[in-house]
């Protein structure tokens, strides 16, 4: 079966750095892609990896290793508005998408 | 500016009583897709459109209908809502056919309650 595993909750101070992982078994590897979503929103596309290596964007960076099956999303000097869930989610062979529970995170003071 | 938009944004019901989900889009994406996403839980994938050709998920219940009447709108039926029902319901748009990150633009999704 297909399966994508990340920490369930996760908790940081405010103006510090934070690192969530993702390791996934999928039919096949096309992309994935980390995702943001808000308590009762929608989620929000934050990065895409498909070669291995680094994405960086502003304060937030992707990191994709497909021989390990391993990803994980940096986020640097927190805000309180980064408190959401953080999605991880890979497209596999047929070209779906194969999403992870979600790490919620928690910015604290 | 919103790009997929899904109404209502909140639907109570009874239980039993059919509810239909609408989204559109202003993007003219050729796929759209019905999520269903429980609190903590991943979206579940119940059907996808890619362009007029319906793609129903193998374990989405026949409780779960869809229409497509043209590019811009979709609806979701749901014929008789139990308790289980209960949930966020999303809508998503891609172009499908090109190549790269294909990133899908969601709704801001319809909150189903089931009384």
């Known amino acids: 079966g297909q399966n994508i595993d990340q920490p369930t909750e996760m908790t940081a101070t405010e103006g510090a750095i934070v690192q969530i992982n993702c390791t996934y078994q999928?039919?096949?590897?096309?992309?994935l892609f980390w995702y943001q979503q808000h308590a009762g929103e929608a989620p929000t596309f934050l990065s895409y990896?498909?070669l291995d290596g680094l994405e960086e964007k502003g304060r937030f960076s992707s990191f994709l290793s497909r021989s390990k099956g391993y990803s994980y999303l940096l986020l640097k000097e927190l805000q309180m508005k980064d408190s959401a869930s953080y999605l991880c989610?890979?497209?596999?062979?047929?070209?779906?998408?194969?999403w992870g529970a979600g790490t919620k995170l928690i910015i604290k003071p | 500016d919103a790009m997929v938009i899904q109404n209502p944004r909140y639907q109570v019901t009874q239980f039993g009583k059919p509810v239909t989900l609408s989204c559109s889009q202003t993007?003219?994406?050729?796929?759209m897709y019905w999520y269903q996403q429980k609190s903590s839980q991943a979206p579940k994938l119940l059907f996808h459109?890619?362009?007029?050709?319906?793609?129903n998920e193998a374990d989405t219940p026949d409780n779960f209908q869809s229409r497509r009447p043209n590019t811009s709108f979709c609806f979701l039926d749901i014929r008789s809502p139990g308790l289980g029902d209960a949930a966020m319901y999303l809508c998503?748009?891609?172009?499908?056919?090109?190549?790269?990150?294909?990133?899908?633009?969601f709704g801001a999704g319809s909150r189903l309650t089931v009384l």
């Open positions: 998503a748009t891609v172009q499908g056919g090109v190549s790269g990150a294909n990133v899908l633009t």
């Open positions: 993007l003219n994406h050729n796929v």
């Open positions: 459109y890619y362009d007029k050709d319906f793609n």
């Open positions: 999928t039919s096949g590897f096309n992309g």
């Open positions: 990896n498909v």
């Open positions: 989610a890979v497209r596999d062979s047929n070209y779906q998408l194969i």
